[in-house]
């Protein structure tokens, strides 16, 4: 334990100090105030604008410091050539892949943590409420960043970074899809096409069970029974794609 904890500590040393991270969170710091311009350019209610649009400016960034970084965790060691050495040291190949997530996990929870004052400082400019479904809507985010990082992370076990970063960034368009899929599974007359739908929809993540930011935006909470099973079957999926990328990096040779 003590190993993977040391490692999560430095990975998230070493995303404080790139600075693709500070970029981003201040992109992010500047799509959360942009609201503050349209509502006054547009005629529609200037508090939705403004809750609905910062709570997009945090996942979008979110998922962009998961999947770009997350692609780098595993495939910028063997790059640098320092996996040999951490792979010399009494670290079990299980204990490096959850450290480098982590790690992450914690550079996301920092990011989050540093963006939510901001959002609410834009929503008390506005006099916009802060109720329990922006609450519920920001726990189901982390939750969707958490999956991504996940996602991100299995694959580079196993692909280089621009394969790693194409595929999970297509597993998210799809996991914002599946719905739709299922939808075009069942008109369809053929079998094949059928089949492959209910595949994808059955098997990739469904990234919209953790999508509450319109309704969170018109103030309309979800039961909490909802809430916490959709963190849960985020929680599942993420332990499963761990659980993958420790078995596919413990069978990876160097």
């Known amino acids: 334990m003590r190993q993977v904890v040391v490692i999560a500590l430095n990975t998230f040393r070493e995303n404080l100090r790139d600075k693709i991270l500070y970029n981003l969170l201040f992109f992010a710091l500047l799509l959360i105030g942009v609201p503050v311009l349209l509502a006054d350019l547009t005629i529609m209610e200037h508090r939705k604008i403004v809750t609905d649009m910062g709570l997009a400016a945090i996942n979008l960034v979110g998922v962009i410091i998961a999947v770009f970084v997350g692609i780098g965790l595993v ?3 063997i790059e640098r050539r320092t996996i040999y050495t951490i792979m010399a040291r009494p670290i079990r190949r299980t204990q490096f892949i959850l450290g480098k997530y982590l790690g992450l996990a ?7 943590s540093i963006m939510l004052p901001v959002y609410f400082g834009t929503l008390w400019v506005y006099r916009a409420p802060v109720h329990g479904a922006l609450l519920q809507a920001i726990e189901l985010i982390f939750i969707e960043l958490l999956l991504v990082t996940a996602l991100a992370l299995f694959f580079s076990t196993f692909s280089t970074a621009t394969l790693s970063a194409t595929f999970t960034l ?3 368009v799809i996991g914002h899809l599946s719905t739709d899929l299922k939808g075009i599974a069942e008109k369809s007359e053929s079998e094949t096409v059928r089949m492959a739908m209910k595949a994808v929809y059955y098997l990739c993540p ?3 069970v953790l999508n509450m930011k319109g309704q969170a935006a018109m103030g309309v909470s ?4 909802y809430q916490a099973l959709a963190s849960v079957y985020g ?4 332990a499963l794609l761990i659980s993958a990328a420790c078995v596919v990096f413990q069978r990876r040779d160097f």
Do not use: F, R
Not at 235 to 238: A, S, T
């Open 75 to 77: 495939s910028k060691e």
């Open 106 to 112: 914690l550079t996301l929870l920092v990011n989050v």
């Open 170 to 172: 297509a597993l998210y």
């Open 206 to 208: 469904n990234l919209e």
């Open 222 to 225: 979800v039961a909490w029974s």
């Open 235 to 238: 929680l599942l999926y993420v």
